[in-house]
């Protein structure tokens, strides 16, 4: 266990017990509340404490505790209604359980994602981690094999931790059939980041329902970034592209809502003069005018499980059984796409007369 002492060197527990004049577990049991302490004792180290402004160290105390009721969460960005609702789920739980969140953004950089984990050792009872970057290579030389982790819309397909993920490849492949049954044909796909996972998926969604429902349509796909400026700077080029699309499908909400905002500057009604779908359905989307059609996630109940699945580890770790679960999203149709076209009735074949 360290703290900072007044002259800013690392005060240690050696430190407090030497000044104290007892013995380091004496310090031990001390700070950790146990009751097999006599008063004399308690109140020398509690004075030596105070005098080395010592703070013990979770890690260190985890020690003799076994646990810190701390639960680490890693995101690759804290900024946007995504990470909000998927925060608001895991702390739901927190709440419930009385634990306490250690949250970091790694920003989608792999080297930020190591820093980040290391920084976390010996501070929390198990991780959440939701990155583009990470797999068995890294989590294996940067974290103790015995530490509990639960991966969140993760690549890595690793028989010792357990992930729970968004179907994104099917959410994508049932909006963009959706959009084909309203009769739109030139559907455009504004994508996300590259190196994201679930904009990997609904890209490839995209491209295998355009593929399969119009198979001499040519897919068109847009950069974009997850963010409302990339969709913004998409709408923009759509409104002034001869040949307009149809329909925009949009990798998660915001990029929609950005597509939207230049649509209605360039004066084209949506959906009067071209459909957008989003994904997500971000508490946002049912409140903008129009309302936004998209594909359903349940972001909190997402980060609610994976929190539940994690305790599920950390406390009863060997009967707890690794899981691999796909949340399947769906498609919430509103105003921004028209109604779906009902099928054409063949006319029925007149009887044939009798000689």
Same mark, same amino acid.
């Given at each position: ?6 002259? =800013? ?28 302490? =006599? ?86 009872? =198990?991780? @959440? ?11 294996? %030389?940067?974290?103790?094999? *015995?530490?509990?982790?639960? @991966?969140?819309?993760?690549? @890595?397909?690793?028989?010792? #931790? ?10 994508? #492949? ?6 084909? +049954? ?19 998926? +609904? ?7 355009? $593929?399969?429902? @119009?198979? #001499? ?11 409302? %400026? ?13 040949? +307009?699309?149809?329909?925009?499908? *949009? ?17 084209? +009604?949506?959906? =009067? ?15 903008? !005018?129009?309302?936004? !059609? ?5 972001? $909190? ?55």
């Amino acid at each position: 266990m360290t703290g900072i002492a007044r002259d =800013g060197a690392v005060a240690s527990i050696k430190d407090v017990a030497r000044k104290a004049g007892v013995s380091i577990a004496s310090v031990s049991r001390v700070m950790n509340g146990q009751g097999n302490v =006599g008063a004399d004792t308690r109140k020398r180290v509690m004075a030596a404490v105070r005098s080395l402004h010592y703070v013990p160290h979770s890690g260190a105390r985890s020690l003799a505790t076994q646990r810190t009721n701390v639960v680490g969460v890693l995101l690759p960005d804290l900024h946007g209604e995504f990470f909000s609702e998927l925060i608001r789920g895991i702390d739901a739980v927190a709440r419930l359980r009385r634990l306490q969140l250690l949250l970091s953004s790694t920003h989608g950089d792999a080297a930020e994602l190591a820093v980040a984990i290391r920084t976390m050792r010996g501070r929390v009872d =198990g991780l @959440l981690v939701m990155s583009p970057h990470v797999d068995a290579a890294l989590l294996d %030389k940067n974290l103790p094999s *015995a530490l509990p982790v639960v @991966l969140i819309n993760s690549p @890595l397909n690793d028989a010792r #931790r357990s992930t729970l993920t968004i179907d994104s490849y099917r959410g994508a #492949r049932a909006m963009v059939s959706h959009l084909v +049954r309203c009769g739109h044909r030139r559907i455009v796909h504004v994508a996300g980041p590259e190196l994201n996972f679930d904009a990997r998926e +609904r890209l490839r969604g995209y491209r295998d329902e355009m $593929a399969s429902a @119009l198979p #001499r349509v040519a897919p068109q796909v847009l950069p974009g970034d997850f963010s409302e %400026k990339s969709g913004y700077l998409a709408g923009q080029q759509l409104a002034a592209q001869h040949g +307009r699309p149809d329909a925009i499908f *949009a990798a998660n909400d915001v990029i929609a809502l950005g597509c939207m905002a230049a649509f209605r500057e360039a004066g084209l +009604r949506v959906p =009067g003069d071209i459909a957008v779908a989003g994904f997500d359905d971000i508490p946002l989307a049912s409140l903008v !005018s129009p309302t936004l !059609s998209t594909v359903r996630v349940q972001i $909190a109940e997402l980060g609610r499980s994976a929190l539940e699945q994690l305790l599920l580890s950390i406390e009863s770790p060997e009967r707890t059984r690794l899981v691999s679960r796909a949340l399947l999203p769906e498609v919430v149709v509103r105003e921004s796409c028209s109604a779906e076209k009902p099928p054409k009735r063949r006319s029925p074949r007149r009887a044939a007369r009798l000689p």
